[in-house]
């Protein structure tokens, strides 16, 4: 039988859990993401904040949060608009949730 080795400990998903804040992280991990490949986009594309606001129909203190990693609150129609007016579309996908370690 081998051995587990003794320096490998709980995932750190489990960790997230433990203290509650799972959700928060990867809430924030997401925004993070989607903002960096809005910005991105948008120096591919050779837009500025102002033409990129126009294109979205929006105001450029709007295009701010989109692009705000630290701010959650974004409505999803206005991340559609974003990712429309620089070529890209949205895809949001719910899946089951991985089993817990030691869950039956």
Do not use: W
């Not at 925004?31 to 948008?42: D, T, V």
């Not at 701010?64 to 630290?70: A, E, K, M, S, W």
């Amino acid at each position: 039988m081998a051995k587990s080795n003794p320096h490998t400990g709980s995932r750190f998903d489990d960790f997230l859990k433990e203290e509650g804040i799972y959700d928060e992280v990867q809430a924030r991990a997401l925004k993070r993401a989607l903002a960096e490949q809005i910005e991105e986009s948008m120096q591919a594309a050779s837009l500025t904040k102002t033409a990129m606001a126009s294109k979205m129909s929006t105001s450029r203190s709007q295009l701010d949060r989109v692009l705000d990693p630290d701010n959650l609150s974004i409505q999803l129609d206005t991340l559609i608009k974003a990712a429309r007016a620089v070529g890209k579309a949205v895809e949001i996908k719910i899946k089951k949730a991985p089993r817990a370690a030691g869950a039956t």
